[in-house]
């Protein structure tokens, strides 16, 4: 039996406006979308709106290894409470880390059975993997990840940064491999120097800041885009902060990349006064590298916005010294229902490159596109209903995430999730909470790439 979607206003792609429409579903998937359809089984969404079901291409679910942070239960419990239908969690921070089949194999059958939205993996190269046939584990995993990450600074022991030369050699892998590789980019050499100065004068937030400034950044961008296209490879360049090492990204065709909310609200003045509640590598800016980023992403010099979801409980979060805080935050719930307010509503972001920074373009940039990021027939029938005359209000003691400490806390965003629909199935309701049981989410791969 189909179900409709009835009243509300939908977001179709490239859409100026949003059409009043209905949408039937058969077996997950969008079957039809019109006017005045008619049905047994009818969901009235009056005075609603309905978008493609967000892709957060960037999240930390720590699991194996580091569950008292969070887990795949409770991670895409908190991405399907914002209106995230698909995540993508990353290779470094679970035990063992991704570099190698029998790696992806334990991950995969730890977590396969308890994610209520739909998930992919990033495999990674760090400097361990050079220790053995690095080329061979990038091809045993390819067909089964969607990307390759690396750092060129790590604070992780298990997962260490790669030299230059090293990097350019999994480049070249990579595009043979016909995958993406993924980097975090800040430079070792300023960081580590600055780093050193820094905790010699104290262990403030502003230590923290200069230890990891603007220029560690843009100088990391531009060797990677160098190498990148010295390798014809394809690179993304994850959580940009700083605006000029965005800006670098309009120079080639060959690398993409991606910011986060927390670098497009708060600034280092933000830092001081939130503390470790924002603490993240990279660090945030300052207030005018912030407005920056806006106009970078609203013009498509940034691809798409991403949580870096990665959350810690309170005493890894507050320990008395910016150096010895963890690094993350809890963010794929929010990431959502802030674009929506502080992007589409308060900026008056064009909706068809709103459409793009939430699904479409990083549905696209992974290989998922044929199934996700857009409503369309014969895509999963993935949406988040969104009431536009309701607020949400930040409270992080209320998250579904083990992670509780947000530097969102009690911001007002206009706008409310009211439903989060995969492939046909309501896994979250305003009202309700998750309604969706722990493994209904599916593992999902790159659609297979044309010769």
């Given amino acids: 039996m189909s179900t409709l979607l009835k009243n509300a206003k939908i977001a179709l792609p490239g859409a100026v406006r949003l059409e009043s429409l209905d949408i039937e579903i058969g077996k997950g ?44 239960y409770h991670g895409s419990c908190a991405a399907a409470s914002g209106g995230v239908t698909t995540v993508i969690d990353m290779p470094c921070t679970s035990v063992p880390p991704v570099i190698n089949l029998a790696n992806f194999k334990t991950k995969l059958n730890v977590v396969r059975d308890k994610s209520v939205i739909d998930f992919g993996f990033f495999g990674g190269v760090s400097a361990q993997c050079f220790e053995s046939d690095f ?5 045993d995993i390819a067909e089964h990840v969607l990307g390759y990450k690396t750092y060129f600074i790590s604070g992780m022991d298990t997962f260490g940064h790669l030299s230059f030369d090293r990097f350019f050699e999994v480049l070249k892998a990579a595009k043979q491999l016909k995958r993406p590789v993924l980097l975090h980019a800040e430079d070792l050499q300023t960081v580590t120097r600055l780093e050193k100065i820094e905790r010699e004068k104290g262990r403030d937030w502003m230590n923290y800041y200069r230890s990891r400034p603007e220029e560690a950044e843009f100088i990391a961008v531009q060797n990677a885009i160098e190498l990148a296209e010295k390798a014809g490879a394809s690179l993304h360049i994850v959580h940009i902060g700083t605006a000029e090492a965005a800006e670098l990204l309009q120079q080639t065709d060959l690398v993409t990349g991606e910011t986060c909310p927390h670098y497009l609200q708060f600034s280092r003045d933000d830092l001081e006064r939130i503390g ?76 068809n490159r709103f459409l793009e920074i939430i699904s479409a373009a990083a549905a696209r940039r992974y290989g998922l596109f044929d199934r996700k990021g857009s409503i369309e027939t014969g895509k999963h029938a993935d949406f ?68």
Wanted: glycine letters at 10%; charged letters at 25%; one cysteine or more.
């Fill in 276 to 351: 470790g509640a924002l603490k993240t590598a990279p660090v945030v800016k300052s207030p005018a590298n912030r407005e920056r980023l806006w106009e970078l992403l609203i013009d498509g010099t940034i691809d798409f916005v991403t949580s870096d979801h990665a959350p810690a409980p309170a005493s890894q979060k507050d320990t008395g010294s910016a150096w010895t805080d963890y690094s993350g935050i809890p963010g794929t719930g929010t990431l959502f229902p802030y674009l929506y307010s502080e992007g589409y509503v308060k900026r008056k972001m064009p909706l």
């Fill in 384 to 451: 988040v209903i969104v009431n536009p005359d309701k607020n949400y209000i930040v409270k992080g003691a209320e998250f579904f995430s083990k992670g509780k400490i947000t530097p969102f806390e009690e911001m007002t965003f206009n706008g409310r999730v009211e439903k989060t629909i995969v492939r046909g199935n309501i896994v979250y309701d305003a009202e309700k909470g998750i309604a969706g049981k722990a493994g209904l989410g599916r593992f999902i791969i790159m659609q297979p790439c044309e010769d």
């Fill in 135 to 139: 080329a061979h584990n990038m091809a």
């Fill in 29 to 72: 998937f969008i079957v039809n979308i019109g006017k005045n359809l008619h049905g047994e089984n009818e969901i009235d969404l009056s005075g609603c709106e309905i978008f493609p079901g967000a892709v957060d291409p960037h999240v930390h679910f720590d699991e194996p290894g580091f569950t008292e942070r969070e887990d795949f």
